[in-house]
T-cell receptor, first 114, second 113 residues
Framework: AQSVTQLDSQVPVFEEAPVELRCNYS??????LFWYVQYPNQGLQLLLK??????LVESINGFEAEFNKSQTSFHLRKPSVHISDTAEYFC????????????FGQGTELSVKP | NAGVMQNPRHLVRRRGQEARLRCSPM?????VYWYRQLPEEGLKFMVY????????ESGMPKERFSAEFPKEGPSILRIQQVVRGDSAAYFC???????????FGSGTRLTVV
């Protein structure tokens, strides 16, 4: 069975500091990997995805994640965070043939302080 | 493209009443998924539907919960005889056939009093 573990429930960080949100998964088959962001009282927005190809994927707002098959990880990083990055971040996996059926981690609350 | 539309945004029900949550998928999307987010938890898959068919309901509670996606109209998640433990945010997502991750709606926040 698939599972996703986000190792940190809360990550406080100062503005302009780097941040890493950790995600590990377990699966016996190939997976697709995603990061979603949820701002307060809103739905989830897709931040970035790994389907195949290059193991390093980037978003338009400076986040990046690297798929590491040997460590079964998909950690999310940003070299310099902004106050507006304060949100909850969810890592998720799916099997290719299961489309939108996602298994989510527990979420990591990123709090950026001035 | 209006995105995935869910209504109502907030719903308050007394214990024992019925809750009906609606979801209109994005234009061109024929696959609908429902997820539940309990307080302090991540999202849990509930059910996957295509038009007039339930494809996967492995995450649905065995009693009181049902879902449909009729040929015409929105997808409906129905919770009968609600209890306090049903209080949660319910998210709908949709996707086109065989294509990438789903797009989520803004959710319906159900409060049972």
């Amino acid at each position: 069975a698939q599972s996703v573990t986000q190792l940190d429930s809360q990550v406080p960080v100062f503005e302009e500091a780097p941040v890493e949100l950790r995600c590990n998964y377990s699966s016996s088959v190939s997976v697709y990997l995603f990061w979603y962001v949820q701002y307060p009282n809103q739905g989830l927005q897709l931040l970035l995805k790994y389907l195949s190809g290059s193991t390093l994927v980037e978003s338009i707002n400076g986040f990046e994640a690297e798929f590491n098959k040997s460590q079964t990880s998909f950690h999310l990083r940003k070299p310099s965070v902004h106050i507006s990055d304060t949100a909850e971040y969810f890592c998720a996996v799916s099997h290719g043939n299961q489309g939108g059926k996602l298994i989510f981690g527990q979420g990591t609350e990123l709090s950026v302080k001035p | 493209n209006a995105g995935v539309m869910q209504n109502p945004r907030h719903l308050v029900r007394r214990r024992g009443q019925e809750a009906r949550l609606r979801c209109s998928p994005m234009k061109g999307h024929s696959h609908v998924y429902w997820y539940r987010q309990l307080p302090e938890e991540g999202l849990k898959f509930m059910v996957y539907l295509q038009k007039e068919n339930i494809i996967d309901e492995s995450g649905m509670p065995k009693e009181r919960f049902s879902a449909e996606f009729p040929k015409e109209g929105p997808s409906i998640l129905r919770i009968q005889q609600v209890v306090r433990g049903d209080s949660a945010a319910y998210f709908c997502a949709s996707s086109p056939p065989n294509s990438g991750p789903p797009t989520f709606g803004s959710g319906t926040r159900l409060t049972v009093v």
